[in-house]
């Protein structure tokens, strides 16, 4: 069992938990995630680690309410069943700092995007290296962790669908009038990073993006999670979760992101009704 110090409210939709793991962080990395169980009956959730302290051995998350796992993960204040990992691979600046010591770097984020974005910049914020941050939600009340985000990106460029913060628009609308980086990451929603490579590609920049398909084990033993890269399967457990934008099949990663969307939803509305009747 892992212990909750705290899971709390952060937006009208997103959640950060701090728990006692310092069995997990020891080895973690920026660009790695953990599989989660609230309970011993519960489905496995994949949540990129958004932030730690390897002193104190907590680890920090953020997750959004979308179903009716993260709703039972939502409610639960003492204790999680489990907490594996780290999985996946390290992001890949941050693995070859030198490599990228002179190069212009600018992360784009959409929406809870910016969780795993964080620890990325905040890493190479620590080697010395200044990053960019395009940051782009709905309306302003969506937009989180924004003072962290300050405190070690370069520059900040915010926008939102409806303008009530920063720029009117979207995070290509930026990245259009400020295009002369040579590298980009994005992480967000999928439409969001195959916006991103589209304009991207037309420049010829570099992209990396970050997959978050349908995830079972973490182990690339269920299949789950493969999307197309390069016309190639790749399990986003164990290849990814970070790509060259530019070889991702995008068009199949949202054809497949929905297959399961109606059973979610189902199950999502009758775990809300149980809970009316209590």
Known sequence: MYKIIYNKKISETSMEIALEARNIIDNAYPGQFVMIMTKEDSER???????????????YLIYQILGASTLELSMEKDSLFSVSGPFGKINEICKNIDEYKNKKIVYVAGGVGIAP???????????????DVIYGARNADLLLIKDK???????????TDDGSFGEQGFVTNILEKKHDYDVVVAIGPVVMMKNVCDVTKKYQIPTIVSMN?????????????????DGKVKFACID??????????FDLALKRMNIYKKEEQKKLIAMQESLEVK
């Open 149 to 159: 985000i300050e405190n070690v990106a370069h520059n900040v460029y915010y926008c």
């Open 117 to 131: 974005i964080y620890p990325q910049i905040k890493y190479l914020h620590d080697f010395g290296l200044s990053c």
């Open 213 to 229: 398909p349908i995830m079972v084990d973490g182990s690339g033993m269920c299949g789950a999670c493969r999307c197309i890269v």
């Open 45 to 59: 959730i994949p949540l990129t680690i958004y932030d730690y302290d390897k002193k104190k051995g907590i680890l």
């Open 240 to 249: 990814g979760p970070e790509f060259d934008g530019h070889k991702i099949d």
